[in-house]
Nanobody
Framework: QVQLVESGGGLVQAGGSLRLACTAS????????AGWYRQAPGKQREAVAS???????NYADPVKGRFTISRDNAKNTVYLQMNSLIPEDTAVYYC?????????WGKGTLVTVSS
């Protein structure tokens, strides 16, 4: 059974950095396209960043210049490097990935940015 497991969340002060990781297991096939989403308390889930199988990236306007999405195909892992964090970045961060034409979600990792 394919699973996506996020890690790297935690509590950080404003201006700090965190690196999230999303690792796929349970499949002999690798991650194709992938993305990070977040859901803040009382708000809808929103897209944060995406990366294609070829490495092309896209970012939501609020995180451009601060967040970087990357991938390590050998480790079947997608990363989200988050710098210059602000309290508005506080949310549960979810990984979404396509593996062999099916899409999967992780269970999320909580990021809390204190002011």
């Amino acid at each position: 059974q394919v699973q996506l497991v996020e890690s790297g969340g935690g509590l950080v002060q404003a201006g700090g950095s965190l690196r999230l990781a999303c690792t796929a297991s349970g499949s002999i096939f690798g991650i194709n396209d992938a993305g990070w989403y977040r859901q803040a308390p009382g708000k809808q889930r929103e897209a944060v960043a995406s990366i294609s199988s070829g490495g092309s990236t896209n970012y939501a306007d609020p995180v451009k210049g601060r967040f970087t999405i990357s991938r390590d195909n050998a480790k079947n892992t997608v990363y989200l490097q988050m710098n210059s964090l602000i309290p508005e970045d506080t949310a549960v961060y979810y990984c979404n990935a396509e593996i062999l034409r099916a899409r999967y979600w992780g269970k999320g990792t909580l990021v809390t940015v204190s002011s």
